[in-house]
């Protein structure tokens, strides 16, 4: 047994399943598709406690641990632990030196850390991002960076850092910055009207300090000058622009030439999150978008995302030919604010009409756009959303992802249901609820993923109850890897023997189910839990679960009804660096 343990190819694999994955990973951001990650279930804490366990038990298990606890770090006290007179106030949340000057002899140890360090997370407020709740840092805490950086002399504080995500408000930061960085996160606690000076200087110097940077996501005020470092971002593969539309420095016109900018000197994109920089609640943007004006190019962007009103999407879509998307992602910011439509004139109106959803739709089915396998668009306008509005989408083969949230569509029953099943075989996850005053599918419908779409993960789909094979759950085929499953209106089923015969139906139908859930609803008027609804047919089906994990996800997906804003991310620079609601 001890010969076994001394191999590191058997060992590595086992102890990198305990690594605390980087805030930027594609299994934390979104990419993994259905809105959680199952190793997100197990927190950092208890991976960082285990390993550490594992490593007190064994030399060359040690030796392997060792590098996977340091590669990412979750603060700077761990470092900070290692210098010679470097000692934390509790009461004021910082770190000082209580003794004179470091020399060399003092950082060994740190040094021979901070090699290791690959991923580090610097918080300095409370964050509604991370949720942490941290002091903010005093000047005593930056002359300790700072003094560290003089004894080093030209030598990075962390030479092989490939992820920095930092607090607008840690004046150090930029300390920290070498050639070896691919990401960068900046964020702030509370939204600043105006740049803060470590923001400035930090994204002034990311051109010249961190040249090969790939990514960059920037949650907070920066300033005119800043837009022009981001340019100078050449090796910039993924950007995400994620703050108020208030916040941005400069008026729509420069907003909209800023755009045209990162099409022309930042070839390489591939996934790009504007954010709020189409959104104008006064409509000076929109005209800029006409069709037949300027084409963007994006060589080579797969991933879009963006927001802005209700006729931005067909409008931007039409300007993007020739680029081969593989996920867009929209927010119509428009009914959330209701400033536009509270004074909608017949010229605005024929606007929006011949931009509609429908026509975004058309354009999707277009040849150039088949490469689709990603699409969400949130806040589309219910009263314009038809059965019809999907067909130009069964064109494309590869959709894996289609979600509309909180959308109803009309009239959506079992030869819909079978026509997307059929058009779509590689489909993962699925959210389309249905109008209440409408017809909806029956559960029968489940049996047509069942047959077309095997890796169907996530259903998010208000059925009818009404009609279903119950007699014989022997004959069902099951969705061997759905793990979710939602409705959006917690409708009355029946009797308590009605509500026992679904919930086994559906066990039968999701052999692999984590969860199953009534979404969060903004009608005042929805009564949740009562007793012969779908509250009661998920309760029978989850009562065998993991009541552990059962109730983690109830924090993630059934919220209280206050319905606070919920920081779970689903997307990143493509998809979705949106912090919506699930």
């Excluded at 930056?142 to 030598?155: H, K, Q, T, V, Y």
């Excluded at 000058?225 to 008026?251: A, C, I, M």
């Excluded at 009534?518 to 047919?537: C, I, K, M, N, Y």
Aim: some cysteine; glycine content about 6%; overall charge negative.
């Amino acid at each position: 047994m001890e010969t076994v343990l001394q191999l590191p190819d058997l060992l590595t694999p086992i102890l990198q399943h305990f690594r605390v994955l980087p805030p930027n990973s594609d299994s934390d951001s979104g990419d993994n598709y259905p809105h959680f990650w199952r190793d997100a279930l197990t927190s950092n804490q208890e991976k960082r406690t285990t390993l550490y366990r594992l490593a007190l038990t064994n030399k060359a298990i040690s030796q392997i641990a060792l590098p996977i606890l340091w590669s990412t770090l979750g603060g700077v006290a761990p470092l900070l632990g290692l210098i010679p007179g470097a000692e934390f106030s509790a009461a004021h949340g910082t770190w000082a030196l209580n003794r004179g000057p470091l020399c060399e002899k003092d950082l060994l140890r740190f040094e021979q850390a901070a090699r290791m360090v690959k991923h580090i997370t610097i918080l300095t407020k409370a964050g509604p991002r991370w949720g942490f709740q941290f002091k903010p840092f005093s000047d005593g805490q930056s002359f300790i960076f700072f003094e560290i950086s003089r004894s080093l002399g030209n030598r990075p504080l962390l030479p092989s850092l490939q992820s920095l995500c930092v607090d607008a408000c840690c004046d150090y930061a930029s300390l920290l910055l070498v050639n070896t960085l691919k990401h960068v996160d900046i964020s702030s606690a509370r939204l600043e009207d105006e740049a803060t000076p470590a923001v400035q200087e930090l994204l002034s110097l990311l051109p010249t300090r961190a040249p090969l940077l790939e990514e960059l996501y920037i949650c907070c005020a920066l300033s005119e000058g800043n837009l022009r470092d981001v340019l100078s971002l050449e090796y910039l593969q993924k950007l995400t622009l994620d703050f108020e539309e208030s916040l941005w420095p400069v008026n729509h016109q420069k907003r909209h030439q800023f755009l045209k900018d990162l099409d022309a000197r930042l070839p390489r994109l591939r996934k790009l999150d504007l954010g709020t920089l189409l959104e104008d609640n006064d409509h000076k943007i929109s005209p800029w978008l006409e069709p037949g004006l300027v084409n963007y190019h994006f060589p080579s962007l797969e991933n879009l995302a963006f927001s802005g009103g209700d006729d931005y999407l067909a409008k931007v879509l039409l300007r993007l030919r020739g680029v081969g998307l593989k996920s867009l992602v929209f927010l119509n910011s428009e009914p959330h604010s209701g400033v536009r439509h509270l004074a909608v004139d017949e010229a605005e109106a024929q606007e929006i009409e011949k931009f509609s959803a429908y026509k975004a739709m058309l354009i999707l089915g277009e040849q150039h756009f088949r490469t689709l396998t990603r699409l969400e668009i949130n806040g589309l306008r219910t009263e314009n959303f038809h059965p019809g509005d999907l067909d130009p989408l069964f064109r494309i083969s590869g959709m894996k992802h289609l979600d509309f949230h909180y959308a109803r569509n009309v009239q959506i029953d079992d030869e819909l249901i079978s026509k997307m099943a059929s058009s779509w075989p590689h489909l993962e996850t699925l959210r389309l609820y249905s109008d209440p005053t409408s017809t909806c599918p029956t559960l029968a419908s489940i049996e047509m993923f069942a047959r077309h779409c095997p890796n169907l993960r996530r259903l998010s789909l208000d059925l009818d109850p009404g009609v279903v094979p119950l007699e014989d759950t022997q004959t069902i085929l099951p969705l061997k890897h759905l793990t979710l499953f939602s409705v959006l209106s917690d409708a009355r089923i029946g009797d308590d023997d009605r509500v026992s015969a679904i919930a086994k139906f559906l066990s039968k139908c999701f052999p692999a189910l984590m969860f199953a859930f009534v979404e969060p609803s903004w009608d005042t008027q929805q009564a949740f839990g009562e007793l012969g609804t779908w509250s009661s047919v998920f309760d029978r089906v989850l009562q065998d679960k993991d009541a552990k994990i059962t109730e983690r996800l109830r924090n993630v997906f059934s919220p209280p009804q206050t319905f606070p804003k919920i920081d779970f991310v689903i997307a990143d620079g493509v998809g979705g660096s949106f912090s919506i609601p699930l």
